[in-house]
């Protein structure tokens, strides 16, 4: 079996057409960025960025135009906004996230139960992912309180998102059911990851609780139409 380690570099290979970068940021021609992703629409720009550098992985007709203005402009925060017209995509922005990833997620005690994405117990916004989703329910109710989701971008990266109902929050199952997916991811062969904007300093606490640490990664790329 392949180490965690082994399987990012698998994954960000797949993912975005390379890595690890050879550049402060290398700009790939990649066909996967005109395939449908992991919830059936496309997402034409896409990049990872490490302190050792970043990989931008587009739209293989728009590669040399793209990098053609970063090498104009290769300061990202100036260059970025730039990029979804560059790709053919005018309409969407551009966004910049932590990006984390774990190898060793926190020894939290588990918090839910797994169910297909489809069942009827899954809230309305755990649906689209897919497969089986995680939940933590109220032990007197049985409502929902809680859940994760999975973006299976490929065979070696699973993308985690949480969310909490509002009359949940503050009781730690956040980080809990986070953690409890990234085991399950891990010993599925793949990675857990996990990204959230700049300013979510609840996502980050959720991140560094369930054991995704702040390396100084960035994702960044277009937004959903």
Known sequence: MTTPERRLIDHLSRWLGGWP??????????????????????????????????ILSVPPEHAEAIADQYAKSPDLATFGPMVPSLAGFPERGWFTAVYRWTTRPAPLADAGVWIPA????????????????????????????????????????????????????????????????????????AIPTYMHAL?????????????????????FGTTEH
């Not at 050879?22 to 059936?40: C, F, K, M, S, Y």
């Open 21 to 54: 970068a050879t550049t402060e940021l290398d700009v790939i021609a990649e066909p996967g960025r005109v395939r449908p992703g992991w919830d059936g629409k496309i997402h034409p720009v896409l990049g990872v960025g490490s302190p050792q550098g970043g």
């Open 118 to 189: 489809h069942d009827p117990e899954a809230p309305e916004w755990l649906q689209p992912f897919g497969g089986e989703v995680l939940i933590a329910r109220d032990p007197e109710s049985g409502g929902h309180l809680a859940g994760v989701g999975v973006k299976r971008h490929d065979d070696y990266g699973r993308e985690l998102a949480v969310v909490t109902a509002p009359q949940a929050r503050g009781r730690g199952l956040a980080r809990r059911l986070v953690a409890q997916a990234a085991r399950r991811v891990l010993d599925e062969g």
């Open 199 to 219: 300013d979510n300093r609840a996502s980050a606490a959720v991140a560094e609780a369930a054991g995704f640490p702040d390396i100084g990664w960035k994702a």
